[in-house]
């Protein structure tokens, strides 16, 4: 086999065993019993104000 085609099959490889621990990753973390937070540690937003000041310039 020419190189190309050696390098081709074993990026294809490489591809197909990246996507299979991907979705077992997948799985494994979609398979934890994840519990709301509860409301008591979730705190008051913080607010933002803006305020804006644009005087009026006049020319003698």
């Known amino acids: 086999m ?4 050696i390098i081709a099959i074993l990026t294809g490889a490489i591809s197909i065993i ?3 621990a ?3 990753l997948v799985q494994l973390l979609d398979y934890r019993d ?3 937070a509860p409301i008591s540690q979730l705190g008051q937003a913080p607010a933002i104000i803006s305020f ?3 005087d009026k310039i006049t020319e003698v």
């Open 18 to 20: 990246l996507a299979i």
């Open 34 to 36: 994840m519990k709301p």
């Open 22 to 24: 991907y979705l077992i």
């Open 2 to 5: 020419n190189r190309s085609k």
């Open 52 to 54: 804006c000041c644009v």
